[in-house]
Nanobody, 127 residues
Framework: QLQLVESGGGLVQPGGSLRLSCAAS????????MGWFRQAPGKEREGVSC????????NYADSVKGRFTISRDNAKNTVYLQMSSLKPEDTAVYYC????????????????????WGQGTQVTVSS
């Protein structure tokens, strides 16, 4: 069964940090670009970051640039999102997604372009 499973969400105070993980099972992520998306209540799903299949290219939404870092460990079949200097407006359900492509440059695509999705993990930033 092909599956992506996110973990690492939780409640954190403003200014704090969290690291999200996205582990794949049933397939290898070696040929997939990966994206992180988030969706806050009443808002549309938003692309946060992406990383190419090799890990050589990354991209970020302006709202998180300089605060979030995406990385991947293909040996562990896992992608990470390190989130720092968190703000209340970062509160959302965070999803990882996989896109079958080995293009060297990563672009945050529309959510409909992605092939597989995880179930999401809640991140709440509040004092």
């Amino acid at each position: 069964q092909l599956q992506l499973v996110e973990s690492g969400g939780g409640l954190v105070q403003p200014g704090g940090s969290l690291r999200l993980s996205c582990a794949a099972s049933g397939f290898t992520l070696d040929y997939y670009a990966m994206g992180w998306f988030r969706q806050a209540p009443g808002k549309e799903r938003e692309g946060v970051s992406c990383i190419s299949s090799s890990g050589g290219s990354t991209n970020y939404a302006d709202s998180v640039k300089g605060r979030f870092t995406i990385s991947r460990d293909n040996a562990k079949n896992t992608v990470y999102l390190q989130m720092s200097s968190l703000k209340p407006e970062d509160t959302a359900v965070y999803y990882c997604a996989a896109l079958l492509t080995v293009q060297p440059m990563c672009v945050i695509r529309e959510s409909n372009d992605y092939d597989y999705w995880g179930q999401g993990t809640q991140v709440t930033v509040s004092s």
